[in-house]
């Protein structure tokens, strides 16, 4: 089965509620910019990726709407989510377009176009980093679901595999939305990749006893030396590669990258409610009294990462900052979040 996050048509936006998964498959489907950030905000998109390509639409949805202008439909989708760079990069894409007095719809699709081509290219790109029987870990969720198809992690891992290299991946929980439990293994699941979910504390237990060839995860925003935010949990896991001589890949495809950010001490960390850490799902499993802290990010610095996995081959942060440098005008968003 082909998982796809979201598709747009007949001026509708339809995507895959991902609170709902794995228990229950079901799409919904939107007309307006409002709607479509306040599916941004409540997580029934997630992913940089995905949630850049759902705001292209969200503001092509805004195009169609009386009284909406392209300010405020960038102002409403701005507000959702912080620190996946994509979401700026999708909203300044659609709003140039309207702007300039092109077709907002037309603008959103090529720009899905665009995500979807990327990450099939970095798929090709990160492939031949996996050897037969290979075990991987990751972090999250980065796979179709969080970019509309493929992945950016998990693309890697489906192209090896339909090259005939047998991969087995270990899946972190990801605490505190456990998007490595419900979507990633859901996933592999569909495609009958072999896999294992384990707890996320457990991650160092695998790589101290050598059962972990190389780790691979997605990024929410990378700055121009390599440094990066991904999903809370991320760095300590980067920081046990390291230790224990584990390759460490970061997948991402451009409009995750913030050339325009020296390094990654500015970057914003979204703060989430405390319920999603007090609570699982309806039950609360902290006593009453208590309140919590909700990082939903962290930032690891480039020094921990092997290669990154773009959509023209895997660079050393160093080549990274070259390459971002080289290719700053082409690359550099128009979004300053
Ligand atoms: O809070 P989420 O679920 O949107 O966080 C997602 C992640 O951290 C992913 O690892 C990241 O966006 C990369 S997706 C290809």
């Not at 377009?97 to 092109?102: M, N, V």
């Not at 990024?219 to 390291?242: C, P, Q, S, W």
């Not at 997948?251 to 325009?260: E, I, K, L, M, N």
Request: charged share 25%; hydrophobic share 45%; with cysteine.
């Amino acid at each position: 089965m082909t998982v796809r996050a979201l598709w747009y048509d007949r001026h509708t936006l339809h995507l895959i509620d991902q609170r709902r998964l794995p228990a229950h498959l079901i799409v919904r489907h939107l007309r307006t910019v409002q709607g479509t950030a306040e599916a941004i905000r409540t997580m029934v998109v997630r992913g940089a990726p995905a949630i850049g390509v759902a705001a292209a639409y969200g503001m092509a949805l805004a195009s169609r709407q009386r009284g909406m202008t392209p300010t405020r439909a960038a102002v409403l989708l701005r507000a959702t989510r912080p620190t996946a760079y994509d979401l700026f990069v999708g909203i300044e894409v659609v709003r140039n377009a309207w702007t300039r007095g092109d077709d907002p719809e037309a603008a959103a699709l090529a720009y899905c176009a665009r995500v979807v081509g990327e990450c099939r290219k970095i798929g090709e790109a990160g492939a031949p980093l996996f050897r037969q029987a290979n075990k991987v870990l990751t972090h999250c969720n980065a796979g179709a679901l969080a970019t509309v198809e493929w992945g950016t992690a998990l693309a890697p891992i489906r192209v090896a595999r339909d090259r005939g290299v047998r991969l087995f991946v270990w899946v972190d929980e990801t605490r505190p939305l456990l998007q490595g439990s419900r979507l990633t293994a859901w996933e592999l699941d569909q495609e009958r990749i072999p896999h294992a979910v384990i707890a996320d504390n457990a991650a160092g237990y695998y790589l101290h006893n050598g059962d972990v060839d190389a780790v691979i995860v997605g990024a929410d925003r990378v700055a121009r030396n390599g440094d990066f935010a991904n999903k809370i949990g991320t760095y300590e896991k980067a920081v046990l590669a390291h230790e224990n001589g584990v390759p460490f890949y970061v997948a991402a495809p451009w409009s995750t990258f913030d050339v325009g950010r020296k390094d990654g001490t500015t970057i914003p960390v979204e703060e989430r409610a405390e319920a999603e850490v007090l609570d699982l799902g309806t039950q609360r499993i902290a006593p009453k009294r208590s309140h919590a802290r909700n990082p939903a990010f962290d930032i690891t610095p480039a020094k921990y990462v092997t290669g990154f996995v773009t959509p023209v081959g895997v660079m050393r942060p160093a080549e990274l900052t070259r390459f971002l440098l080289r290719h700053r005008a082409r690359l550099a968003a128009p979004a300053r979040p």
